[in-house]
Structure formats: C-alpha cells, structure tokens
C-alpha cells in the first residue's frame, strides 16, 4: 500500500483561504496604523542642538513628526517640501521634528542639516525607542501629522502628496 500523496486540488482550498485570512491581517493592522484616534506617544525628543522637546509641550500645535535617513534616497529627494511646508506654515502654528533613524551617523546627519540650512528641530533617535513607541517605524520616510489633542491625524509612508498634507495642515491649523 502506498502513502496517500497531497494533490493539488486538496490544497487548492487552503491558498485562497490563508491569502485571504494574510489580506485581513494586514488590512486590519493597515487600518490601525493609519486611524485617526491614535494618540501620539508620550516622548522626548533630544535635537542635535541639545534641546528636549516633549510630545505634551507640542500640544496645542499642529506637528509633522518626519523619521528620515541621510542615507535613504527619497528622504533626501523629500527633505526640500518638508522645508518649503515647515516654513508655509510655521508662523501659523505648525512645529516640526525630524527623527534620524538609529542606523544614521550623528556626523552625518549634523552635516546634512548643517548644509540643507534645515530649518526646523532634527532629533536623533540613537536607540532607536522614538521609532518603536511610534509603532516601531522601519520604513523611511514615514512622516506623522499629529493634531493639537496629541493624536495622529495622519500617517505617510514614503513621500507624501503635499498639496494634500498642506490642505490637512490648514484644516488642522483652522480648527
């Protein structure tokens, strides 16, 4: 007697089930990653000047908390729109942090905002625990708009379409 042997049309049933059960998953975590209740962690952040910056001082402001790497390529593509939206809109409330990923080299960052002329507060995140109470970031960039109350409004992974940041930015910045 032999061993009875899985065809195909056994399993056929299994793949669209277990890709459809993955496709839930993800759909679920996607929705609760990009939810607008989420409240912003309670963090601080250390800029390259030395400055402590707290998520509850943020409050009552509109912020962009934006984590980058010098060394990825659409940060760096990015990184002159976050500047033109950081200064649009700053003298109307909007605050700005840019969180260098752990990998990146403090040198390297302090010489990219050094000669981008960056204008707004860039912390380093050297342990990497801003990017995991943010949900464990991996992927640059990801920028989060986060509104007066503290909560995110909005999360971009990759580069965003600006002209939608910047009528989410006047609607935040109005109310």
């Known amino acids: 007697m032999t061993a009875p042997t899985h065809s195909s049309a056994t399993r056929s049933w299994f793949k669209?089930?277990?890709i459809g059960a993955v496709v839930l998953a993800?759909?679920?975590i996607g929705y609760a990653s990009f939810s607008s209740t989420t409240q912003a962690p309670d963090v601080t952040f250390i800029?390259?000047?030395g400055e402590k910056i707290s998520t509850q001082s943020l409050r009552g402001k509109v912020v962009m908390v934006n984590f980058?790497?010098?060394s990825c390529v659409t940060c760096v593509k990015e990184m002159p729109d976050m500047v033109a939206t950081y200064n649009k809109?700053?003298?109307q409330g909007l605050e700005f942090v840019a969180v260098a990923m752990?990998?990146?080299r403090p040198d390297y960052v302090l010489n990219f905002t050094e000669q981008r002329k960056l204008p707004f507060k860039v912390a380093l995140d050297s342990a990497g625990d801003i990017a995991r109470q943010f949900g464990d970031v991996t992927l640059t960039p990801t920028t989060f708009l986060i509104d007066k109350e503290g909560r995110i409004l909005k999360?971009?992974?990759g580069e965003p379409d600006f002209a939608a940041v910047h009528k989410l930015i006047e609607k935040e910045l109005a109310g």
């Open 16 to 18: 669209p089930a277990a």
């Open 26 to 28: 993800l759909a679920g």
């Open 47 to 49: 800029s390259i000047a």
């Open 68 to 70: 980058w790497a010098t």
């Open 89 to 91: 809109y700053k003298d």
């Open 102 to 104: 752990q990998y990146d």
């Open 155 to 157: 999360t971009y992974v």
